[in-house]
């Protein structure tokens, strides 16, 4: 069965800084193009980041470039983002999603998801 579980989350002062985890299990995972997505209450799920199988293509949403950085540790079947700066606009409870194929994973479609770990960040 496959399953992504995300980890990292939790609370910190604007400026502060959290890594993501995403745990894979099931899948072939350096097949796998990996995204994290976030969504906050009352609004929909927008994409953060997209990394490729390979590690070697990335995708970045313009509120995050600079700030935030997508990476994949394949051997460990993981993908984190680090999230530095954090501003209380990126609050929201952000999921791991994974696809072979990078535009699913970029347009929201991805085959897999996980349960999310909640960002809060103070002002």
Known sequence: QVQLVESGGGLVQA???L??????S???F????LGWFRQAPGKERDVV???GASG???YYTDDVKGRFTISRDNPKNTVYLQMNSLKPGDTAVYY?????????VLGGRARKWGQGTQVTVSS
């Open 26 to 28: 099931g899948l072939t």
């Open 96 to 104: 791991c999603a994974a696809d072979p194929i990078w535009n699913t």
């Open 15 to 17: 400026g502060g800084s």
């Open 49 to 51: 980041a997209v990394i």
């Open 19 to 24: 890594r993501l985890s995403c745990a894979a």
């Open 30 to 33: 350096s097949s796998y193009a």
């Open 56 to 58: 070697g293509t990335s």
